[in-house]
């Protein structure tokens, strides 16, 4: 895959031992210098590129945070408690990472003269009064999380405005791939590895809710084309455009992985969208992004290549 160039640029990804930081890391190393901020609560040192240097903390340290952003001319901010659920059970420990951390972010950026490219979510639109939504939907998060991403959206638009400072912020759809791991990784690792265990899958509520699912490569193409654009202070979706059902999901995975297993109703998680899709016009007219991964192209690739994934 061709990705955007940026070249000898010195780099911070904070959250880079995760599922996506991991893949921009190596989309970045080799042509620059390419430093990683993570604690490795969700991320692991075993996903973060040999020839990038692992700091191994917290971003909510301010000295940790000066330390990783000294010197730096672009930072990518991926880190963040991505458990939706954490964040309803505890809004404000949580609030520290994802808002007050990604604030204190910001200010090391304006110190630094850095441009910023920020992990932004779906989540800021809740429950969308519109399908598909656009940039400029009515934002109303139904959780801490969201609220959190929306702020620190916010914030960054803000400081362009204020202070000149390069931002944009990405709201990431659904986004799947490689390395995506753990409790909280999203509904097709989950269906792959419950049909590589000859096991059920599991369809929470009828399976007609509905989600736009982005290949992990193509978010990092955005995050690099975002890091290069004149369009600074604003924000886009990243997504496909295209929604699926989780029953059309759950049976295109029972193809790709050629398995007989069956599929069960779970009841529906609290809470749950019933329909998530984005309006991409803004992020093609603007960046020059379009998801170029289909969504069976992205399973059967991850059925062949395993849930790590081949390091290009
Ligand atoms: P991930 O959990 O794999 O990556 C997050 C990384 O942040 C982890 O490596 C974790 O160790 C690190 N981290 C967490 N708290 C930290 C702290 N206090 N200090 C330093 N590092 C810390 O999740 P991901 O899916 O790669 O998500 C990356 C970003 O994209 C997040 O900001 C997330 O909110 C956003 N996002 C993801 C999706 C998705 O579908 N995966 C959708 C919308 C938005
Ligand atoms: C996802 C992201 C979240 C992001 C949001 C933005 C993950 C883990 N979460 O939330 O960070 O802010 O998109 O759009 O990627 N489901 C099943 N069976 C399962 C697992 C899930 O039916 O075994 C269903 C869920 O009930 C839900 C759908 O699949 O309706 C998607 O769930 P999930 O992958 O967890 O993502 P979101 O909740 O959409």
Do not use: W
Request: charged residues 25%; contains cysteine.
């Amino acid at each position: 895959m061709e990705f955007p160039p940026i070249r000898d640029r010195t780099i911070l990804v904070t959250g880079g031992a995760g599922f996506i930081g991991s893949h921009l890391v190596d989309a970045l190393v080799g042509a620059n210098d390419v430093r990683v901020l993570d604690d490795l609560s969700g991320g692991t040192p075993r996903h973060v590129h040999e020839d990038a240097t692992l700091l191994e903390g917290d971003v909510r340290n301010r000295d940790t945070l000066e330390d990783a952003t000294r010197g730096v001319d672009l930072i990518f901010h991926e880190a963040a408690v991505v458990d939706v659920t954490e964040t309803v059970e505890r809004p404000l420990e949580t609030n520290g990472v994802n808002l007050e951390a990604g604030l204190a972010l910001l200010e090391c950026a304006r110190r630094e003269d850095a441009r910023v490219v920020l992990a932004s979510s779906a989540a800021v639109y809740g429950h969308p009064v519109e399908l598909p939504v656009t940039e400029t939907t009515v934002t109303e998060p139904a959780s801490p999380y969201g609220v959190q991403k929306l702020a620190l959206d916010e914030y960054a638009r803000l400081y362009e405005r204020l202070y000149d400072l390069p931002a944009v912020t990405l709201r990431y759809f659904n986004v799947y791939g490689p390395r995506q791991r753990g409790p909280y990784s999203g509904v097709i690792s989950t269906f792959l590895e419950q049909a590589r265990a000859g096991e059920a899958l599991t369809v929470e509520g009828d399976g007609e809710q509905t989600r736009d699912f982005v290949h992990v490569e193509d978010v990092v193409r955005a995050n690099l084309l975002a890091a290069t654009t004149d369009h600074v202070g604003q924000a886009f979706n990243v997504a496909t455009g295209d929604r699926l059902s989780i029953l059309e999901l759950a049976e295109t995975v029972r193809e790709a992985t050629d398995v007989e297993v069956p599929i069960v109703h779970r009841p529906p998680r609290q809470g749950d969208v019933r329909h998530s899709g984005a309006d991409v016009s803004k992020a093609r007219r603007k960046l020059g992004f379009e998801a170029s991964v289909g969504l069976e192209t992205g399973i059967r690739r991850l059925v062949e290549e395993g849930p790590g994934g081949r390091r290009s």
